[in-house]
């Protein structure tokens, strides 16, 4: 039981308005719905002093939890050791490559010295220098590399840097002559004038004579708010592809406001791309133009050559006029076509589409394709020929997650491996090479402290309120047993066709070894893991079939003594918090030991107001849409919370400049479930994080700390003992 002491009906207090939204419904006409927490969505010295007295009592309530500091410390040790991406030979023949030595603030891009690849054996300091260090921006860490592209001379380095978590980046370009680094004069040094800024889901695409970048930018919204410690929340409206230098504005469409864009170059230097999207939904337009230097601008002559929102369209190389594309027209599972723009757009399909989903393709060594295959949330890897033929199986022996980089002119390509009890390691393909010897892995990862063999995972599949076959990873430590005993942290996600693949977390190891608890995924639909009918499958007026089928996963981890009654811990993030919040609100009382809800889609009748809300209509329907309404109104966190049974403990996060799920779903989710359940016997709770935003560039000691209250809380709810595993130092 928990052994940290809570009183009931002790909130802060927050002010209920009388306001009212009307909204339209295709069943009952005009509806007025009640939104009392409304000023919420404002930053204003109110809503300051209620978020701050929230994140008080929360913090301390916290701090009382005996879990919270040893957690923290045994994260810190578990999390220090070398995190590294795979190299990539850029056109200035320098190997680059992203690497953490452990507890850094943030992920620093090194380089090689020379053209030869490194020697990974002998450590980042012997085999290579640092080229850019974020952590040499901001004291505090919060600066972070969001993007990045070289030109392709090699002589210039274009970056987006993104402050405290924003979707928001500000480009900037220096020679890579400039290293930054935390001995030089950081950032300044090296770089030239120009700052291009309010760039946001931007790609950053070089021309061929490396002398501009097309990239996409919003309109200036300084005047919107000139607070550091607030954020923009307005919609994310009138994207514009812009040419720099000069800021030569090339396309935007003033009909269309929220519409978003991003380009391309073909490796020929003869096309320019330009996709268009509407949405999140796997669709979008492709037009494409022979590029000119000289006619650079609004006038440009485009070949609309997807102009319908029919499907979604991949550019993977040309040879001439044939372009070689993967899409789900006709093909859920994916398909590889080419399409000849100089013959009227012909349309050919190339390889059909297969039984596994085709997550991703890449062109390598000029004539190849690298196809990765996810065949039962487990990736394959395969090389075909520009013909269609399949040509190789690569690391058959390998069951997890992969990930793969190349280029079309190098006859070598990488793919980056990791599942649940396999930390990452690099491995390297190489054509060039004798067919024995073409195979090989380059780099692995060396962890501290953890022992990945004394962990197993299984993938077992059970059955959904509809009588759907879901699959579901288990992860335990080896000496956990099967009995119905044990705890369960379950993580989810469920949407808009993302996948959740077999994952390393040193963090959840830890948990499970420290508690002899297990871990839990299920591939819930409304994701992607089996193309886009399983997208579909919970998404707009089937996303209860998302709920249903995590609720359902609970339930089997039960009944098959996997987990204890009332011991199962769920979780999720951004859509995965709406997971988690209408499935406490949806499953009988007692399901669920324990909820933790990151950054949540919580109010379902206003997402799309905010920032890119927008673009998610496509999954979960537009609320001014009468039709729509009668499928949002029944399922929104927000607007459904129960008062005839107790809901577990409940943890709400947020982040003070979370500019993609705006932190009002939150506090208004918080304000409301404490209003309606003030004497519900467990605690439901908010944490809002400082200089942090959605998710991406939280340094590595927000990520740790974070996760202690997280998983601490869980703990405490579950009255958790601390199992201190042999090789765990005691606290």
Same mark, same amino acid.
């Given at each position: 039981?928990?052994? =940290?002491?809570?009183?009931?009906? *002790?909130?802060?207090?927050?002010?209920?308005?009388?306001?009212?939204? /009307?909204?339209?419904?295709?069943?009952?006409?005009?509806?007025?719905?009640?939104?009392?927490?409304?000023?919420?969505?404002?930053? =204003?010295?109110?809503?300051?002093?209620?978020?701050?007295?929230?994140? *008080?009592?929360?913090?301390?309530?916290?701090?009382?939890?005996?879990?919270?500091?040893?957690?923290? +410390?045994?994260?810190?040790?578990?999390?220090?050791?070398?995190?590294?991406?795979?190299?990539?030979?850029?056109?200035?023949?320098?190997?680059?490559?992203?690497?953490?030595? %452990?507890?850094?603030?943030?992920?620093?891009?090194?380089?090689?010295?020379?053209?030869?690849?490194?020697?990974?054996?002998?450590?980042?300091?012997?085999?290579?220098?640092?080229?850019?260090?974020?952590?040499?921006?901001? +004291?505090?860490?919060?600066?972070?590399?969001?993007?990045?592209?070289?030109?392709?001379?090699?002589?210039?380095?274009?970056?987006?840097?993104?402050?405290?978590?924003?979707?928001?980046?500000?480009?900037?370009?220096?020679?890579?002559?400039?290293?930054?680094?935390?001995?030089?004069?950081?950032?300044?040094?090296?770089?030239?004038?120009?700052?291009?800024?309010?760039?946001?889901?931007?790609?950053?695409?070089?021309?061929?004579?490396?002398?501009?970048?097309?990239?996409?930018?919003?309109?200036?919204?300084?005047?919107?708010?000139?607070?550091?410690?607030? /954020?923009?929340?307005?919609?994310?409206?009138?994207?514009?592809?812009?040419?720099?230098?000069?800021?030569?504005?090339?396309?935007? !469409? +003033?009909?269309?406001?929220?519409?978003?864009?991003?380009?391309?170059?073909?490796?020929?230097?003869?096309?320019?791309?330009?996709?268009?999207?509407?949405?999140?939904?796997?669709?979008?337009?492709?037009?494409?133009?022979?590029? !000119?230097?000289?006619?650079?601008?609004?006038?440009?002559?485009?070949?609309?050559?997807? !102009?319908?929102?029919?499907?979604?369209?991949?550019?993977?190389?040309?040879?001439?006029?044939?372009?070689?594309?993967?899409?789900?027209?006709?093909?859920?599972?994916?398909?590889?076509?080419?399409?000849?723009?100089?013959? %009227?757009?012909?349309?050919?399909?190339?390889?059909?589409?297969?039984?596994?989903?085709?997550?991703?393709?890449?062109?390598?060594?000029?004539?190849?394709?690298?196809?990765?295959?996810?065949?039962?949330?487990?990736?394959?890897?395969?090389?075909?020929?520009?013909?269609?033929?399949?040509?190789?199986?690569?690391?058959?022996?390998?069951?997890?997650?992969?990930?793969?980089?190349?280029?079309?002119?190098?006859?070598?390509?990488?793919?980056?491996?990791?599942?649940?009890?396999?930390?990452?390691?690099?491995?390297?393909?190489?054509?060039?090479?004798?067919?024995?010897?073409?195979?090989?892995?380059?780099?692995?990862?060396?962890?501290? %402290?953890?022992?990945?063999?004394?962990?197993?995972?299984?993938?077992?599949?059970?059955?959904?309120?509809?009588?759907?076959?879901?699959?579901?990873?288990?992860?335990?430590?080896?000496?956990?047993?099967?009995?119905?005993?044990?705890?369960?942290?379950?993580?989810?996600?469920?949407?808009?066709?993302?996948?959740?693949?077999?994952?390393?977390?040193?963090?959840?190891?830890?948990?499970?070894?420290?508690?002899?608890?297990?871990?839990?995924?299920?591939?819930?639909?409304?994701?992607?893991?089996?193309?886009?009918?399983?997208?579909?499958?919970?998404?707009?007026?089937?996303?209860?079939?998302?709920?249903?089928?995590?609720?359902?996963?609970?339930?089997?981890?039960?009944?098959?003594?996997?987990?204890?009654?009332?011991?199962?811990?769920?979780?999720?993030?951004?859509?995965?918090?709406?997971?988690?919040?209408?499935?406490?609100?949806?499953?009988?009382?007692?399901?669920?030991?324990?909820?933790?809800?990151?950054?949540?889609?919580?109010?379902?009748?206003?997402?799309?107001?905010?920032?890119?809300?927008?673009?998610?209509?496509?999954?979960?329907?537009?609320?001014?849409?009468?039709?729509?309404?009668?499928?949002?109104?029944?399922?929104?966190?927000?607007?459904?919370?129960?008062?005839?049974?107790?809901?577990?403990?409940?943890?709400?996060?947020?982040?003070?400049?979370?500019?993609?799920?705006?932190?009002?779903?939150?506090?208004?989710?918080?304000?409301?479930?404490?209003?309606?359940?003030?004497?519900?016997?467990?605690?439901?709770?908010?944490?809002?994080?400082?200089?942090? %935003?959605?998710?991406?560039?939280?340094?590595?000691?927000?990520?740790?700390?974070?996760?202690?209250?997280?998983?601490?809380?869980?703990?405490?709810?579950?009255?958790?003992?601390?199992?201190?595993?042999?090789?765990?130092?005691?606290?």
């Amino acid at each position: 039981m928990p052994t =940290t002491s809570w009183t009931p009906n *002790a909130y802060p207090p927050a002010r209920r308005s009388d306001h009212v939204d /009307i909204y339209k419904s295709a069943s009952r006409g005009e509806v007025h719905v009640a939104d009392p927490y409304q000023w919420l969505e404002e930053y =204003t010295d109110e809503t300051e002093k209620w978020t701050s007295a929230q994140q *008080a009592f929360t913090r301390k309530h916290l701090d009382k939890n005996s879990h919270c500091p040893r957690l923290e +410390k045994v994260f810190q040790a578990a999390n220090d050791f070398a995190k590294f991406t795979a190299p990539y030979l850029h056109t200035d023949n320098r190997w680059y490559w992203l690497n953490n030595s %452990g507890l850094e603030p943030q992920t620093a891009l090194y380089r090689s010295r020379d053209s030869t690849l490194p020697d990974f054996s002998k450590g980042n300091d012997l085999v290579g220098e640092i080229f850019f260090d974020p952590n040499a921006l901001s +004291k505090d860490g919060t600066s972070a590399l969001a993007s990045y592209k070289f030109s392709e001379c090699g002589k210039y380095f274009a970056y987006g840097i993104s402050v405290s978590g924003s979707d928001f980046v500000t480009l900037y370009i220096r020679s890579t002559d400039s290293p930054v680094t935390k001995n030089e004069d950081g950032h300044n040094r090296g770089r030239l004038p120009e700052e291009l800024k309010f760039v946001k889901f931007s790609s950053i695409t070089w021309t061929p004579d490396s002398k501009g970048i097309f990239y996409q930018r919003y309109p200036d919204n300084s005047t919107v708010t000139n607070d550091t410690s607030t /954020i923009a929340t307005q919609g994310d409206v009138d994207a514009m592809v812009y040419y720099h230098p000069d800021d030569i504005l090339v396309y935007q !469409d +003033k009909t269309n406001p929220s519409w978003m864009f991003s380009t391309e170059i073909t490796d020929d230097g003869k096309y320019l791309i330009l996709y268009l999207v509407k949405d999140s939904s796997r669709q979008n337009l492709l037009w494409v133009a022979d590029f !000119d230097a000289n006619n650079i601008g609004p006038n440009i002559k485009w070949n609309k050559v997807i !102009d319908e929102f029919v499907g979604e369209y991949d550019v993977l190389t040309n040879k001439g006029s044939v372009f070689y594309l993967r899409t789900n027209l006709c093909a859920p599972q994916y398909k590889v076509i080419t399409i000849d723009v100089a013959k %009227g757009n012909e349309v050919k399909d190339l390889i059909p589409e297969s039984e596994a989903f085709l997550s991703d393709i890449m062109s390598v060594n000029r004539d190849f394709f690298v196809l990765t295959y996810k065949r039962n949330v487990q990736d394959e890897i395969n090389i075909f020929s520009h013909t269609g033929a399949q040509v190789a199986r690569v690391a058959e022996d390998f069951v997890g997650a992969a990930l793969t980089s190349g280029r079309e002119k190098q006859s070598w390509f990488f793919v980056t491996m990791n599942g649940f009890t396999d930390p990452c390691s690099v491995g390297r393909y190489d054509f060039a090479a004798p067919q024995e010897h073409r195979w090989s892995i380059i780099r692995t990862t060396k962890l501290n %402290g953890l022992d990945p063999d004394d962990f197993e995972a299984q993938q077992v599949w059970y059955e959904s309120k509809d009588g759907t076959k879901v699959p579901m990873f288990i992860v335990r430590h080896k000496s956990t047993k099967f009995d119905g005993t044990a705890p369960a942290l379950q993580y989810g996600y469920g949407g808009f066709a993302l996948c959740i693949n077999p994952f390393f977390s040193p963090t959840f190891l830890t948990f499970l070894q420290t508690y002899g608890c297990i871990l839990a995924v299920p591939s819930i639909r409304g994701g992607g893991e089996f193309g886009e009918d399983w997208h579909q499958g919970g998404c707009r007026e089937t996303k209860v079939n998302c709920f249903d089928d995590f609720i359902a996963a609970t339930e089997y981890l039960v009944k098959n003594k996997y987990a204890a009654p009332g011991k199962v811990a769920i979780n999720g993030g951004s859509n995965g918090g709406l997971l988690v919040a209408a499935c406490v609100n949806r499953a009988p009382e007692g399901t669920f030991g324990v909820a933790v809800a990151d950054v949540g889609v919580l109010d379902l009748l206003k997402f799309h107001k905010f920032t890119i809300g927008g673009a998610w209509t496509s999954d979960y329907g537009n609320p001014d849409d009468p039709i729509d309404f009668d499928f949002i109104y029944p399922i929104s966190p927000l607007h459904n919370i129960p008062t005839d049974k107790v809901l577990p403990p409940m943890l709400l996060l947020t982040a003070d400049h979370d500019d993609r799920v705006v932190p009002a779903h939150t506090f208004k989710m918080a304000a409301a479930l404490q209003h309606a359940l003030p004497h519900n016997p467990n605690p439901i709770l908010m944490r809002v994080d400082k200089k942090a %935003g959605h998710g991406a560039g939280k340094s590595t000691q927000q990520r740790i700390m974070e996760s202690a209250d997280k998983w601490g809380f869980v703990a405490e709810s579950l009255g958790l003992e601390w199992k201190n595993p042999a090789g765990q130092a005691k606290i």
